[in-house]
Nanobody
């Protein structure tokens, strides 16, 4: 069973920075894709950023140049550094992992964290 524990988030003023991190635990050898999604009030969940095991990154256009995703594959952690935050970045941010190699083989399913609130407001 895979568990994702998120940390970070909180309240920040526009223009400020925040970091959210996520640690995956369980019988994990490696993870194909780790990423972050967000869901604002009244809106659908959307991809913010993702990173593959090989280090290839993908960002939503709205965060390019402001957010940076990184991972530590040895520790099964993924971090999203958010700079120049805007009020429209306010949302619940969810960690996501997909494509897990473990002692029982390959699991292609997507797993989700519990979500952490990021609020950008003056």
């Amino acid at each position: 069973q895979v568990q994702l524990v998120e940390s970070g988030g909180g309240l920040v003023q526009p223009g400020g920075s925040l970091r959210v991190s996520c640690a995956a635990s369980g019988s994990i050898f490696s993870i194909n894709v780790m990423g972050w999604y967000r869901q604002a009030l009244g809106k659908e969940r959307e991809l913010v950023a993702a990173i593959t095991r090989g280090g290839i990154t993908n960002y939503a256009d709205s965060v390019k140049g402001r957010f940076t995703i990184s991972r530590d594959s040895a520790k099964n952690t993924v971090t999203l550094q958010m700079n120049s935050l805007k009020p429209e970045d306010t949302a619940v941010y969810y960690c996501s992992v997909a494509g897990i190699y473990s002692g029982t083989g390959y699991d292609p399913r997507n797993y989700w964290g519990q979500g952490t609130q990021v609020t950008v407001s003056s």
